[in-house]
Structures are given as structure tokens and as C-alpha cells.
């Protein structure tokens, strides 16, 4: 081999060794996300049930028409499930409505639901954060791309809010993607 390939192959090695294998150490790195997530230690359905308002969500293409007044209701059924209400008003004012239903995807802890508003599509449903009074929750799903904040009034202190906020980063979410609801109520 000529000189000048021998040295070209030198430098595409000492490149590789000193740019490629350590990027490739960075990306297999562990990062909050690709940890597992983990819910709550116990839902009370009975206490779960009833209406929440939305105070904050990742934007989302199924509620993009939301522009605020967001709520859910959920109401426990004979057969162990979950009905589902979500609620909003559009930017146009007018009501929007979206009907489904939620099961208990882990009976140890109903930490854990699967919930569709098109059947047979389900979506991960986990409460990652709950107040010991129900007063406020906060739900996610393994690959973090959806979170909401809810609350059992209207209006959440600043107080409250950036503690859940400020434990959010533990449990891989960046708190800076959510977008905070309106809410006209004065519950």
C-alpha cells in the first residue's frame, strides 16, 4: 500500500476512534426517558371517578381544537370499567365532546389504565402523580409523548403547580413542552 493511503486510512481511523465511537457511546447512554416509567403505588377508582379539569397537556393533534374549558369525567361502571367524557370549547366557542371507556391495565396497583375512544385502538393511560386527596393528578404513557396535569378545580395554585412541575424531569418529561388550558369555570 502507497504511503499516502496508509496514512489516509491512519486518519479515518483515528477519526473514527475519536468522533464516531464516542457519539455512539452518547446515544446509547441512559436517558430519563428510556427509563422505565412508574405510576403511582395505588389509584382508588371510586375516589379516581368524577370530573377533572385539564390545567396543562403536551399539545396534541386530537385536541388541537381544544382552546380551553377541557374536562374530563369518568364514572365507574358495573362491569369494572371506566366511562370517559372529555369535554372542550373550540376557538369558534362551540362544545366539543369525544365518548370512550378505560380498563384497568394493571389490577395490582389501577395505576395503569388502556383507554379508547375508537375501539378496537387503545392508548397507555398511567397516573404518574397523584395527590393523597385527589385533588390533583398527573397522567403519562411509557413513551412521553402525551402528559396532562389535571385537577379536581378549575384553577391549580402556582404554588402546586411548579412542585409537579419541578418532578417532572425525574420521570423523563420536559416540563417546557406543556401548554397550560384556560380555564372560565369558577370551581
Known amino acids: 500500500m502507497p504511503p499516502c493511503l496508509r496514512y489516509s486510512a491512519f486518519r479515518f481511523l483515528i477519526a473514527f476512534w475519536v468522533v464516531l465511537l464516542p457519539a455512539t457511546s452518547f446515544f446509547a447512554a441512559p ?18 371517578a368524577g370530573r377533572w379539569y385539564e390545567i396543562a397537556r403536551y399539545p396534541t393533534r386530537f385536541e388541537k381544537d381544544c382552546d380551553h374549558d377541557v374536562t374530563a369525567d369518568y364514572a365507574l361502571q358495573t362491569n369494572g370499567k371506566l366511562s370517559v367524557i372529555n ?17 384497568i391495565a394493571d389490577a395490582s396497583t389501577n395505576a ?17 402523580d397523584l395527590d393523597p386527596h385527589y385533588d390533583y393528578a398527573v397522567v403519562g404513557e411509557p413513551s412521553r409523548n402525551y402528559l396532562w396535569i389535571l385537577s379536581r378545580k378549575a384553577k391549580l395554585s402556582d404554588a402546586t ?7 417532572l424531569p425525574d ?11 384556560t380555564q372560565t369555570a369558577t370551581k
Open 161 to 167: 403547580y411548579n412542585e409537579i412541575i419541578s418532578r
Open 31 to 48: 436517558k430519563p426517558a428510556s427509563q422505565p416509567l412508574t405510576t403511582v403505588p395505588h389509584v382508588e377508582l371510586q375516589r379516581y
Open 112 to 128: 395503569k389504565l388502556k383507554v379508547t375512544f375508537f375501539w378496537p385502538f387503545y392508548g397507555d393511560y398511567w397516573i404518574i
Open 87 to 103: 369535554t372542550c370549547l373550540t376557538v369558534a366557542g362551540k362544545s366539543k365532546q369525544s365518548k370512550g371507556s378505560a380498563k
Open 171 to 181: 420521570k423523563g418529561y420536559d416540563a417546557s413542552r406543556l401548554m397550560k388550558t
